[in-house]
């Protein structure tokens, strides 16, 4: 895909979401050099105690959400949405278990195996959420962190995860959300802009994960804010100063081309967490035993 098509097609939510395989492929195919620099091996925010630097507000953020999963050695592991293999690793080392990554990305996929070709315990497979290639209860437990946002669908991609996740198990993650309540120009406004600069096809409220968790087939923990547990402040530090909080008018990121849409797209986020029409929430879930996720025709 050239850049021309890109920016066309991650210019509306409609482009992102029927294109959404082929769009995240071309932007982390773009921005994995640039995003090892900024984030090192593990592409998620975090939240931070005083002094800490960002990889290790990213290892104690990886290593709490496997504490409150209970993930043990000799586990089986998904990590869905797994970019280059950083939080995979952590979470190996860190409880023994084995983890098998997957990643939409084929050029992250590469470069995770070279990264971890060594390790006897992490496994990296190329593979588009929306459709697992795994079977039913193949594992013990889930984990994702600030991918699933790129789910066109997110009833679907949380359904998916129930299945291949053994009754009992534990699904636990990060992720990006809105604020709740939000008017359509407000959406437009303050979440939009960041959904354009990531390649992001939409997300839902925050407080709908709950809702839509035990829809798929979860018994739901817990639900927070990361804020709720640390500082996120210094999550903002490689933005560039220049704000797009002034005004009521959504800048389109598109429109000074691609360069410029990378550049402008943590801005984007930042001013949408600090405006609270953006919130960046975590979750601890466990797949119930009677099993099976709500249909679509049997929503509410």
């Given at each position: 895909?050239?850049?021309a098509?890109?920016l066309?097609?991650?210019?509306?939510?409609?482009g992102?979401?029927?294109?959404?395989?082929r769009v995240?492929d071309?932007y982390?195919?773009?921005?994995t050099?640039?995003?090892?620099?900024v984030?090192s091996?593990?592409f998620?925010?975090?939240?931070?105690t005083?002094?800490q630097?960002?990889?290790d507000a990213?290892?104690t953020?990886?290593r709490?959400?496997a504490?409150?999963?209970?993930?043990?050695?000799?586990?089986?592991?998904?990590d869905?949405g797994?970019?280059i293999g950083?939080?995979?690793?952590?979470v190996?080392?860190?409880?023994?278990?084995?983890?098998?990554g997957?990643?939409?990305c084929g050029?992250?996929v590469?470069?995770?195996?070279a990264?971890?070709a060594g390790?006897?315990r992490?496994?990296?497979?190329?593979?588009?959420a929306?459709?697992?290639?795994?079977?039913?209860?193949?594992f013990d437990g889930v984990?994702?962190?600030?991918?699933?946002?790129y789910?066109?669908?997110?009833?679907?991609?949380?359904?998916e995860i129930a299945k291949?996740i053994?009754?009992?198990?534990?699904f636990?993650?990060?992720d990006w959300?809105?604020?709740?309540g939000?008017t359509d120009a407000e959406?437009?406004?303050w979440?939009e802009?960041m959904?354009?600069?990531?390649?992001i096809?939409?997300v839902?409220p925050?407080?709908?994960?709950?809702?839509y968790?035990?829809?798929a087939g979860?018994?739901v923990?817990?639900v927070?804010?990361?804020?709720?547990h640390g500082?996120?402040?210094p999550?903002?530090a490689?933005?560039?100063p220049d704000?797009?909080?002034?005004?009521?008018e959504?800048?389109?990121l598109t429109?000074d081309g691609f360069?410029?849409?990378?550049a402008?797209?943590?801005?984007?986020?930042r001013?949408g967490?600090l405006?609270?029409?953006?919130v960046m929430g975590?979750?601890?879930?466990?797949r119930?035993d009677?099993g099976?996720?709500?249909?679509d025709?049997?929503?509410?």
């Amino acid at each position: 895909m050239h850049n021309a098509e890109y920016l066309e097609l991650v210019r509306t939510p409609s482009g992102r979401e029927h294109h959404y395989a082929r769009v995240v492929d071309r932007y982390y195919e773009q921005v994995t050099d640039v995003c090892r620099d900024v984030w090192s091996d593990s592409f998620h925010l975090a939240w931070f105690t005083e002094g800490q630097q960002l990889p290790d507000a990213q290892h104690t953020m990886q290593r709490w959400l496997a504490d409150q999963a209970r993930f043990t050695a000799g586990s089986r592991l998904l990590d869905v949405g797994c970019g280059i293999g950083g939080p995979a690793a952590t979470v190996a080392a860190h409880t023994g278990a084995e983890v098998t990554g997957v990643n939409i990305c084929g050029h992250q996929v590469q470069v995770a195996r070279a990264l971890h070709a060594g390790s006897e315990r992490l496994t990296f497979v190329e593979a588009d959420a929306m459709n697992l290639p795994f079977e039913a209860g193949e594992f013990d437990g889930v984990f994702s962190i600030e991918a699933l946002c790129y789910a066109p669908d997110k009833h679907h991609v949380y359904a998916e995860i129930a299945k291949v996740i053994r009754p009992g198990g534990a699904f636990v993650g990060a992720d990006w959300f809105c604020a709740d309540g939000l008017t359509d120009a407000e959406y437009a406004r303050w979440v939009e802009p960041m959904c354009q600069g990531f390649a992001i096809p939409h997300v839902i409220p925050f407080g709908e994960l709950k809702g839509y968790l035990e829809a798929a087939g979860f018994d739901v923990e817990s639900v927070s804010r990361y804020d709720d547990h640390g500082d996120t402040g210094p999550n903002w530090a490689p933005a560039a100063p220049d704000s797009y909080a002034d005004g009521d008018e959504r800048p389109d990121l598109t429109a000074d081309g691609f360069d410029s849409l990378l550049a402008r797209s943590l801005p984007a986020l930042r001013d949408g967490c600090l405006q609270g029409k953006v919130v960046m929430g975590c979750w601890v879930a466990r797949r119930r035993d009677d099993g099976g996720a709500v249909r679509d025709g049997d929503r509410a």
